[in-house]
């Protein structure tokens, strides 16, 4: 048997503590609630009441690119995710591309999450209160991918209940109106393909566990089955969420707010619970968040391994068997950038640099044998045309934006080529 099929028992300097369960659950606190707390309102404004299709478009191509993930996860269950995969599969430079493309995207993605729970929790202080949540979520990953587990599988169970009273308090409380649920005037494929970029980063958590690989136990049992089952639940959730909040305010009312749900409770008779529903989507974020820091920090940790990262990164803590100078370097960073960031902007910058990614990850699919695959060819080829279709339909600044930090890393993975090149 070769030395791919063997990865799946091969040694690893990290602890693999995380169980099928613990799993789903780090995978649903990727993607379970701030990503329908932030992402309704910007999806609504571009495609109107073609909101829905936009979310099923997503969902399609999050389940293409889940299944490609696991696939590779299961086969490679090693720190990177698509950088390992590209290294692998494509050549160094793709894998650096999409190592990069993750760290640079998903720390904007950091920053808008902590701007979104500061912006709910204490608006007065949103800044430093940001800056305080990353610093402390730091502390909590570097004490080892249990207590991560632990604390998002609280943050989960909160975020569940916030979206229950969501939907209680429009059902039983709201004027509902199902004809907002019927396609009108305002929608358009080309809107429906850009919300549906903007609706992707709502799902691009649930292959977090690819980033964890070597900290999965069992991985060839285990990310097979957490992948697709943590992006089932999520789905489902949102689907009831959004069909609620549509029935429950005019679209326009959704795409005015930077708190949709909020909105649909206010506007019924139980709009005292949307303090609840604000609580929530604070924690959301925290959860969303805790993820993020974890991924980053991961993928800087494999490409440190690899010298595309200054090999300071790889440490390991002989305790907590964590890469805590890579965690706490995310942190810093991540604190630095939520005293500039821009909200809204962050969200559509992240969504073309992880399509990017999860392309990378689909291309690497296309090359998996026979016997490596574990779903259809034509997945893994649907999900790298439906990555690029909907990277080149976000928002102008968000294309330009994403192709320039890319440009910028390709440069400096030629430069370091070249100087690698001359002390050989």
């Not at 030395?3 to 091969?10: H, I, K, M, Q, V």
């Not at 790889?314 to 805590?324: C, D, F, G, M, T």
């Not at 100078?325 to 991540?334: M, T």
């Not at 779903?375 to 330009?400: D, E, H, K, N, Y």
Request: with cysteine.
């Amino acid at each position: 048997m070769n030395d791919e099929n063997n990865l799946g028992e091969s040694p690893t300097r990290l602890s693999r503590k995380l169980t099928t369960f613990n799993a789903v659950v780090i995978g649903l606190g990727a993607m379970v609630g701030a990503g329908i707390f932030a992402v309704v309102g910007p999806a609504a404004q571009i495609a109107g009441s073609g909101l829905l299709p936009a979310l099923l478009l997503a969902a399609v191509l999050a389940y293409c690119n889940a299944a490609s993930s696991a696939q590779l996860a299961a086969l490679y269950p090693e720190s990177g995710g698509a950088y390992v995969y590209g290294r692998k599969k494509l050549g160094d430079f793709w894998g650096f591309l999409a190592g990069w493309g993750f760290i640079v995207g998903k720390t904007a993605s950091c920053a808008a999450m902590a701007l979104t729970f500061a912006s709910y929790a204490a608006p007065d202080m949103m800044r430093p209160l940001a800056v305080f949540a990353v610093l402390a979520l730091t502390v909590v990953n570097y004490f080892g991918v249990k207590k991560t587990a632990l604390l998002t599988r609280l943050i989960v169970v909160l975020v569940l209940v916030a979206l229950a009273i969501v939907i209680f308090a429009v059902l039983f409380g709201g004027q509902i109106d199902a004809t907002r649920l019927l396609p009108d005037e305002s929608w358009g494929f080309y809107p429906i393909l850009q919300a549906a970029g903007l609706w992707f980063f709502a799902f691009a958590g649930y292959a977090r566990l690819a980033t964890l690989g070597e900290e999965v136990a069992e991985p060839r049992r285990t990310i097979p089955r957490a992948i697709p089952l943590a992006l089932g639940i999520a789905l489902l959730l949102y689907l009831i969420v959004a069909i609620s909040a549509l029935m429950a305010v005019d679209i326009t009312t959704l795409a005015g707010t930077s708190a949709p749900l909020a909105a649909a409770v206010e506007a019924g008779s139980m709009s005292e619970l949307s303090v609840a529903v604000r609580f929530g989507a604070a924690i959301a974020s925290l959860g969303v968040l805790l993820s993020l820091i974890v991924g980053v920090s991961r993928t800087s940790f494999a490409m440190a391994t690899n010298r595309d990262l200054p090999p300071f990164l790889e440490a390991v803590h002989p305790r907590y068997k964590v890469p805590h100078r890579a965690e706490l370097l995310v942190g810093v960073v991540v604190a630095l950038v939520v005293s500039m960031a821009d909200l809204r902007s962050a969200i559509g910058f992240s969504s073309f640099t992880v399509l990017t990614y999860y392309a990378i990850t689909n291309a690497s699919a296309l090359r998996l044998t026979s016997r490596e695959r574990l779903w259809p060819r034509w997945i893994s080829m649907a999900g790298l045309s439906g990555c690029i279709v909907l990277a080149f339909c976000l928002p102008g600044t968000s294309v330009v934006g994403g192709a320039l930090v890319l440009m910028l890393g390709a440069a400096w993975f030629a430069v370091r080529q070249n100087l690698r090149k001359h002390v050989r």
